[in-house]
């Protein structure tokens, strides 16, 4: 992985492993040094850029084939999949959580009850709590997390560039002018994702007020009008990846302090995926009080959210997008 930026990300990296005593071969790297050691980015945007922090032992994961190689394992080990569209949370008498209700294959609603419930539906906390019970402002997430979303990029590339282009490291550009990451070739397509995040805010009229949702399922691939033909056949497909994130970009993973038994397992930094082998491990020490102390403050729904790794992130929730 080769970061070109001008934020500090790659110096604090850097500084990390010498502050750990972990053994690493990173490095940095002026500008002429990356140009001389990665041709390839010859023709990149390299205005401003002075240090680039260089690491070969870094790397990417395909995000969509690890999460369903999970489900697969998932399966494989027992557990029962119900496919079913959740609508909002089952509230006793005493507006404790009961459980949820949930619809599947188009069929009536019905109540699916539970001595707790985990809720971890990501970017749509905000609106499904809104929906189940609008009235009750304690229950809100009230800028806890925001639903953001950012743009990716898969375009093809001819052929006999892809030895080329698959030896290449990971490029994350950390600019004014540029910011994002370009993914060396795979399955014969080049991948790019845009760090400038966006969240789509829609009127709830329960609530009375704007809160973020991600964008309607068909808008989720188009394109806008103004982007050229040629383009557009040229990229293979776009995206509209959208996450829950807080504004320190830790996790949430707590009991709603206003609602027994419900507990949240929600929000992070746009990596959640990736800490899905092990997440379950932690979930369960919360939901039988045995968690570390220290993550107990750490990943609560009423915390400081000070310490944000990626400054460009901080006071996202709060300011509702960036």
């Given at each position: 992985?080769?970061?070109?930026?001008?934020?500090?990300?790659?110096?604090?990296?850097?500084?990390?492993?010498?502050?750990?005593?972990?053994?690493?071969?990173?490095?940095?790297?002026?500008?002429?040094?990356?140009?001389?050691?990665?041709?390839?980015?010859?023709?990149?945007?390299?205005?401003?850029?002075?240090?680039?922090?260089?690491?070969?032992?870094?790397?990417?994961?395909?995000?969509?084939?690890?999460?369903?190689?999970?489900?697969?394992?998932?399966?494989?080990?027992?557990?029962?999949?119900?496919?079913?569209?959740?609508?909002?949370?089952?509230?006793?008498?005493?507006?404790?959580?009961?459980?949820?209700?949930?619809?599947?294959?188009?069929?009536?609603?019905?109540?699916?009850?539970?001595?707790?419930?985990?809720?971890?539906?990501?970017?749509?906390?905000?609106?499904?709590?809104?929906?189940?019970?609008?009235?009750?402002?304690?229950?809100?997430?009230?800028?806890?997390?925001?639903?953001?979303?950012?743009?990716?990029?898969?375009?093809?590339?001819?052929?006999?560039?892809?030895?080329?282009?698959?030896?290449?490291?990971?490029?994350?550009?950390?600019?004014?002018?540029?910011?994002?990451?370009?993914?060396?070739?795979?399955?014969?397509?080049?991948?790019?994702?845009?760090?400038?995040?966006?969240?789509?805010?829609?009127?709830?009229?329960?609530?009375?007020?704007?809160?973020?949702?991600?964008?309607?399922?068909?808008?989720?691939?188009?394109?806008?009008?103004?982007?050229?033909?040629?383009?557009?056949?040229?990229?293979?497909?776009?995206?509209?990846?959208?996450?829950?994130?807080?504004?320190?970009?830790?996790?949430?993973?707590?009991?709603?302090?206003?609602?027994?038994?419900?507990?949240?397992?929600?929000?992070?930094?746009?990596?959640?995926?990736k800490f899905l082998p092990n997440i379950g491990e932690y979930v369960v020490k919360r939901i039988f009080n045995t968690l570390d102390e220290d993550l107990v403050r750490k990943w609560a729904w009423d915390r400081e959210n000070t310490g944000a790794a990626c400054e460009i992130f901080q006071g996202l929730a709060k300011d509702g997008g960036c």
């Amino acid at each position: 992985m080769l970061f070109a930026e001008e934020i500090g990300m790659g110096q604090a990296s850097f500084e990390n492993y010498r502050s750990l005593s972990v053994e690493t071969r990173s490095e940095i790297l002026s500008k002429e040094e990356a140009l001389t050691r990665f041709p390839i980015f010859q023709d990149a945007n390299w205005t401003g850029v002075k240090e680039n922090y260089f690491n070969p032992q870094s790397g990417w994961g395909e995000a969509d084939e690890a999460v369903a190689s999970f489900f697969t394992a998932t399966l494989a080990s027992g557990v029962e999949f119900i496919e079913a569209t959740a609508e909002k949370l089952v509230l006793d008498s005493d507006g404790n959580c009961a459980g949820v209700v949930i619809s599947e294959a188009g069929g009536p609603s019905r109540e699916f009850l539970a001595d707790r419930t985990i809720l971890c539906v990501g970017a749509y906390t905000e609106k499904f709590l809104a929906d189940t019970a609008p009235e009750r402002s304690e229950l809100q997430v009230n800028g806890r997390l925001i639903a953001a979303g950012a743009i990716q990029c898969k375009a093809t590339y001819p052929p006999e560039y892809e030895e080329q282009l698959s030896k290449a490291p990971v490029h994350f550009l950390g600019m004014w002018h540029t910011h994002g990451e370009s993914i060396p070739a795979f399955k014969g397509l080049l991948k790019f994702n845009c760090e400038v995040s966006f969240t789509n805010m829609t009127r709830h009229d329960g609530l009375g007020r704007d809160i973020s949702v991600p964008p309607p399922a068909d808008t989720q691939t188009s394109w806008n009008q103004n982007v050229p033909e040629g383009l557009k056949q040229e990229v293979a497909n776009v995206f509209k990846n959208t996450d829950a994130v807080s504004p320190n970009q830790d996790l949430i993973i707590d009991y709603h302090p206003k609602c027994a038994n419900l507990v949240i397992a929600s929000a992070g930094s746009f990596h959640s995926w990736k800490f899905l082998p092990n997440i379950g491990e932690y979930v369960v020490k919360r939901i039988f009080n045995t968690l570390d102390e220290d993550l107990v403050r750490k990943w609560a729904w009423d915390r400081e959210n000070t310490g944000a790794a990626c400054e460009i992130f901080q006071g996202l929730a709060k300011d509702g997008g960036c």
